[in-house]
């Protein structure tokens, strides 16, 4: 006998499940009219607008990642190279970047120093 209880419970929820199921299907195919009724809203159009601009955001997606990449593979190499200490040590050759470079790093010092004498 509990087999034919656990087989009767079975499909009940079957049945339940089938029945939220077709209920569910009912109410989203009705959903668009009555929003469109109530609103004015049409789903339809919403949704091509929608994909639109998912669209443009793949694409803008698409042309931030090749500037990454070549943040990445160009600037930040290129970026080291001239930040070697042996292209500081040359006083005699510095051009312009670099003296500016050296009062900001110097500035930066001075702040992160004040800093943390104030946080003592």
Not at 42 to 53: F, H, Q
Not at 59 to 72: A, I, N, Q, V
Request: hydrophobic share 40%; net charge positive; with cysteine.
């Amino acid at each position: 006998m509990a087999w034919k209880d656990k087989l009767q419970d079975w499909c009940q929820t079957f049945v339940l499940a089938r029945s939220i199921r077709r209920g569910s299907e009912q109410f989203w195919s009705n959903f668009g009219d009555s929003v469109k009724k109530e609103t004015g809203f049409d789903l339809k159009d919403v949704n091509v607008k929608v994909g639109e601009y998912l669209g443009q955001a793949g694409e803008e997606l698409k042309r931030g990642g090749t500037k990454l990449e070549r943040f990445r593979t160009e600037l930040v190499p290129e970026f080291v190279s001239w930040n070697q200490w042996e292209r500081w040590k040359d006083i005699k050759s510095w051009e312009p970047k670099r003296v500016a470079a050296l009062v900001f790093y110097v500035f930066i010092a001075v702040v992160s120093c004040q800093r943390i004498y104030v946080a003592i």
